[in-house]
């Protein structure tokens, strides 16, 4: 099998579909790899680990990002996303400022909702002058209530 895959990556630049089609069952497939490596493996390009967080007995998961960030906020749920309104602040996880700070973005209007899908979302966001961006169901994750830390600056050392 592994001279299988090698010779495909030999003959050409991009194999990913011959590989995956050698997959006989994705769903099981992705199920051991987050079993074997756990989350972080695939959530956290900093150092592949996962952080178990306990606070007031509820737990929490924190994976580190890209310049040491961990994120301990908790992310906004779909019944809070349906009871946004105009001008509320709600903060992006991970994505920060260049002076450090989390990017914050401001709603613009009430939630688009639907009836034959309730799990269904859509709310504008605006941040800046120009910059808006549509909050649906399948991004929840990546915003919170909660203003996340300021991101550390790295210190820089003294030339002698």
């Known amino acids: 099998m592994i001279k299988a895959i090698q010779a495909l990556q030999e003959s050409c630049e991009s194999c990913n579909e011959d590989v995956k089609s050698l997959i006989e069952d994705l769903d099981d497939f992705v199920s051991d790899a987050f079993s074997a490596d756990g989350c972080g493996m695939f959530l956290s390009p900093y150092d592949s680990e996962e952080q178990e967080i306990v606070i007031d007995g509820e737990y929490f998961y924190g994976y580190r990002l890209n ?6 906020v908790e992310p906004i749920q779909l019944w809070q996303v349906k009871n946004l309104h105009a001008g509320q602040t709600i903060y992006a996880i991970g994505y920060y400022n260049s002076d450090g700070t989390a990017q914050r973005f401001t709603v613009q209007g009430k939630p688009k909702l639907w009836k034959r899908n309730s799990a269904r979302v ?7 002058f120009k910059e808006i961006i549509l909050l649906t169901e399948l991004c929840l994750e990546e915003f919170s209530f909660e203003e996340p ?12």
């Open 122 to 128: 859509e709310v504008t966001l605006k941040r800046g």
């Open 149 to 160: 830390e300021p991101m550390q600056k790295p210190k820089r050392c003294k030339r002698v």
């Open 67 to 72: 310049r040491g960030v961990v994120i301990m």
